[in-house]
């Protein structure tokens, strides 16, 4: 059993930066490949970053490569998602999710565990 919390999420005009955090509880945290999506009002869901068990691989959805980068340290529980040059699209409700296997890391649907969620606004 793993429990996600997501922290950090706030407002930032665009061009800015925000950094939030997946804090997860258990001794397992190092067996999950770790994935962060998105999801802003009336649309669906997408796939934003993710990253391996080691922390060796990572992969990014197009919208947000070389913007963001995900990153995390195993001693700590915790993965980290960096958002540099942000833009108003990428106002959503951003949370991180656990599986055990990298592959499909870019399908919510094969997570078995999710936290809350946090709130990134970027205004114009």
């Known amino acids: 059993q793993v429990q996600l919390v997501e922290s950090g999420g706030g407002l930032v005009q665009a061009g800015g930066s925000l950094s939030v955090s997946c804090a997860a509880s258990g001794r397992t945290f190092s067996r999950y490949s770790i994935g962060w999506f998105r999801q802003a009002p009336g649309k669906e869901r997408e796939f934003v970053a993710a990253i391996s068990r080691s922390g060796g691989i990572t992969y990014y959805a197009d919208s947000v490569k070389g913007r963001f980068t995900i990153s995390r340290d195993n001693a700590k529980n915790t993965v980290y998602l960096q958002m540099n040059s942000l833009k108003p699209e990428d106002t959503a409700v951003y949370s991180c999710?656990?599986?055990?296997?990298?592959?499909?890391?870019?399908?919510?649907?094969?997570?078995?565990?999710w936290g809350q969620g946090t709130q990134v606004t970027v205004s114009s």
């Open positions: 999710a656990a599986k055990s296997s990298w592959v499909g890391v870019t399908t919510a649907a094969g997570y078995e565990y």
